[in-house]
């Protein structure tokens, strides 16, 4: 198994968590993994992206031209990654933040309406657990005990109270796409 | 006793008494500096300071780039030669290391007051707890007599052939007075040593700066000493000598300008 | 070994030097390096050693130079900028035989450049850097786990030769999070007497100790000059470190260090599933230089490709390993960007065609 993805979207929506949340469970599940951030030019409010490797073996590289998975948020992201998903791989958007949907036909492509869930769960931070949800129920890379397992390293300790409504959030995205 | 030629010349030196003797902190060696600089005599001030308070053991001290750049070949305590300006930085990183020894700097106008501004100013900032001994005889004499940021208004160097104008070459700095209003000083003093009674205030300020060191005193100790330089200045050692009196600590007046309040 | 944990390149290497020993550690901010010295910051003094955030490049070499020659386990680490504005300590130390760690979090340059990755400081760390004839070690970590491992490679080469070593590292390589575990270290076991040349003072009445670069006696530099690169002589021939990735059979030579050899190994993966023979020389020390191993492999191959993140820096290194006796191509990207797997399988390709395979 060798999963190699990126995740996109604006600073502040989670995406470097989400990303890191992802390679901390790989590394619970003794799998080799890579997190590398790529920012736009302001840090908030910017395009924020990452690239994250969960693989059996070691990993070559970080750096990738193409990928299994696209995670992306934001339009911006979209134009900038579709193309550049393997022809058979998947492409998860979020579909409240995306007017233009994708348009390849070699792919396998879901819309998530993350924000509106997120916001029907009480927590708007949560969206991107919704997304990490949805894709692990198509690509089941590690067990939903080893991302919370990830998420409290990722979580500052005096945010751990969240990491309930995280869970919920997570298992709500597994049921979009089940 | 016989005079001579030669000079002075004595036969019964072993049934004299000793009233002084060179410190053995100093190296047995003629020293490099020009006839009447006054460099010679702080170097044995400090030495003498050394060899008195019995620090020999455990003090370090930097000479950066100028005409004491030699330094260790005269001072025989453990030392580092630094890069020009930076003699602060490299004490600093000692003393960080190894907090229980006595670090001291050596710097001439040049490289404490102008490549090593920044240095020199967040050193004392943050009240770095060494002894920083500031030579200022306004010129730069290792290079040849260019001017110092010290040089006084109206003095000619081999770079303000003219005179220094205040207008283009700005003002002789007064960094000792910079160095008295930051809150990282524990004392600041200015003193000279043109004269035997400014030699003995001179060893007096240098001595309570080391010990202050040595009481682990919360913050830098700055001594600048005003200097001579015959050989830049273009003058005999005494012409020199009465300069400082009549004009260069006009400018620059001696004494403390920052002592830590009673019981500090 | 430890436990495995999951950390960014710049806290492995920080959390290495800490293990390793370090005593004291001076530094400045620049992106993308502060992590380092943050991670000092809040672990350095509780574990031993000293923190102090200095007020620029400069004086933290200075502070550097000045705690080395007590004998102490030192180091500094920066960004390209701030890198340049250290060349004239780190010339003192080198001739003045101050044993260091230094670390270069490069960046894109020229001038004030980007934040981005880069390998565009490689001619400055290999080639001296300062002023005078000196080399520093060099060497050039490609994961998070060699950013820890090479730490103590490091301390241990910077105590053993008495010289400044340098982790030539990158933005991505300092940002990245990948496992890291650290090796069992006893520092006591590793650290070396200095006794006889550091300054802390004449203990015990000793003669004095003095630490210069200054000898106006054009002899004597003559003769410290030699002493040097006869000591650069010995590193050449003991700690010259590479790794070799399939070159057993290869057609094509891939050579490159840092991130950009992460880029090439999935290059030749994905060129090796399309049937061509590619291998990779990885320099792990850029000083000394793998330079008898490349002119080995190049007897067997067909053709070299280099791969930097510069406009082509220690593509004149092979060069000057192998001469003109097979062709030589380049392949860099700069200003941030790195070289991307797919454009290098699309080099490899044209260079399989020129020298027909």
């Known amino acids: ?37 790529s920012y736009g030019p302001e840090m908030r409010g910017g395009t924020a992206n990452c690239t994250v490797i969960v693989s059996d073996t070691r990993v070559s590289s970080p750096i990738i031209s193409s990928y299994d998975t696209a995670i992306v948020l934001n339009q911006p992201s979209l134009e900038k990654f579709e193309s550049r998903v393997k022809p058979g791989g998947t492409l998860i958007y979020e579909s409240n933040n995306i007017l233009n949907p994708p348009t390849r036909k070699d792919i396998n492509i879901y819309a998530i309406p993350a924000t509106v869930e997120a916001n029907k769960i009480g927590n708007a931070k949560t969206m991107n657990m919704i997304i990490l949800g949805a894709f692990l129920s198509k690509t089941p890379l590690v067990s939903v005990n080893s991302i919370m397992e990830g998420l409290k390293k990722v979580l500052p300790e005096r945010h751990h109270n969240l990491l309930p409504v995280n869970e919920k959030a997570l298992k709500r995205g597994m049921e979009l796409l089940k | 006793m016989e005079t001579t030629r030669e000079g002075i010349v004595c036969n019964n030196l072993d049934q004299m008494d000793v009233v002084f003797e060179r410190t053995k902190v100093l190296h047995d060696t003629p020293t490099s500096y020009c006839p009447g600089c006054g460099h010679s005599v702080a170097h044995r001030l400090i030495m003498e300071v050394i060899d008195e308070l019995g620090i020999l053991e455990n003090t370090i001290g930097v000479a950066p780039v100028g005409c004491s750049v030699f330094a260790y070949h005269f001072m025989n305590v453990d030392m580092q030669q630094a890069a020009h300006g930076r003699a602060t930085a490299v004490a600093t990183g000692i003393k960080r290391v190894l907090p229980d020894k006595i670090v001291f700097t050596y710097q001439g106008d040049g490289d404490l007051a102008a490549i090593g501004t920044a240095e020199t100013i967040h050193t004392i900032n943050r009240g770095e707890k060494i002894v920083i001994i500031f030579i200022n005889n306004g010129i730069y004499g290792m290079t040849g007599g260019q001017m110092a940021p010290t040089t006084l208004e109206g003095d000619v160097t081999s770079t303000t052939p003219q005179g220094r104008n205040t207008l283009i070459q700005g003002h002789a700095i007064k960094i000792t007075e910079m160095a008295a209003i930051m809150d990282g000083a524990y004392y600041v003093t200015r003193q000279a040593v043109n004269s035997a009674i400014a030699v003995r205030k001179c060893k007096k300020a240098i001595k309570q700066a080391f010990q202050n060191q040595i009481d682990g005193k919360n913050g830098t100790n700055f001594v600048e000493i005003v200097s001579n330089c015959p050989s830049g200045w273009k003058m005999t050692p005494i012409e020199a000598n009465r300069k400082i009196d009549e004009e260069v600590i006009k400018y620059y007046p001696l004494g403390d300008l920052k002592t830590p309040p009673k019981g500090a | 070994m430890g436990k495995k944990l999951l950390m960014k390149g710049n806290e492995a290497l920080a959390e290495a030097a800490i293990r390793a020993g370090v005593k004291g550690y001076f530094g400045y901010p620049i992106t993308p390096q502060s992590e380092l010295l943050e991670y ?32 102490t386990r030192v180091m500094t680490s920066t960004s390209s900028p701030g890198f340049s504005l250290m060349q004239e300590g780190i010339s003192y130390m080198a001739c003045a035989e101050l044993p260091c760690l230094l670390v270069n979090v490069v960046r894109g340059g020229p001038g004030l450049g980007t934040i981005q990755p880069s390998q565009g400081d490689y001619f400055q760390a290999v080639k001296g850097g300062g002023h005078g004839d000196y080399k520093l070690i060099v060497l050039a970590p490609n994961s998070v786990q060699e950013m820890a491992d090479l730490v103590y490679l490091g301390f241990d080469l910077a105590d053993k030769y008495r010289i400044p070593t340098l982790i030539l590292s990158d933005g991505a390589l300092g940002q990245m999070m990948e496992s890291v575990e650290f090796p069992e270290y006893n520092v006591e076991e590793h650290l070396v007497d200095h006794s006889s040349w550091t300054t802390i003072g004449r203990e015990n009445g000793r003669e004095q100790h003095y630490i210069t670069s200054l000898h106006l006696l054009s002899e004597k530099m003559e003769e410290i000059n030699i002493h040097l690169q006869d000591k650069y002589k010995i590193i050449q021939k003991n700690e010259t470190r590479f790794e070799s990735i399939q070159t057993e059979d290869a057609d094509i030579l891939i050579v490159a260090f840092g991130l950009s050899s992460r880029s090439s190994q999935k290059a030749l993966e994905l060129a ?29 191959v067909k053709g070299i490709l280099v791969v930097e993140m510069n406009a082509g820096q220690m593509v004149e290194d092979v060069h000057l390993s192998v001469g003109n006796n097979i062709p030589i191509d380049f392949y860099g990207r700069m200003g941030g960007m790195i070289p991307q797997p797919d454009e290098i399988v699309e080099k490899i390709k044209d260079l399989s065609k020129q020298v027909k395979i």
């Open chain 3, 40 to 71: 000092m910051a809040t672990n350095l003094d509780a574990r031993g050693g000293v923190f102090l955030q200095a007020e620029s490049e400069v004086a933290a070499i200075n502070m550097v130079y000045g705690a080395s020659g007590t004998g």
């Open chain 1, 1 to 37: 198994m060798n999963e190699e993805l990126i995740i996109a979207g604006f600073g502040g929506q989670g995406v470097l968590s989400m990303g890191m949340t992802l390679a901390y469970a790989g590394m619970v599940e003794d799998k080799q993994v890579a997190w590398i951030p």
């Open chain 3, 272 to 300: 090796r599933e399309q049937g061509l023979k590619v291998g990779m020389l990885r320099p792990i020390t850029l000083f000394p230089f793998p330079t008898d191993e490349i002119k080995h492999l190049a007897q067997i």
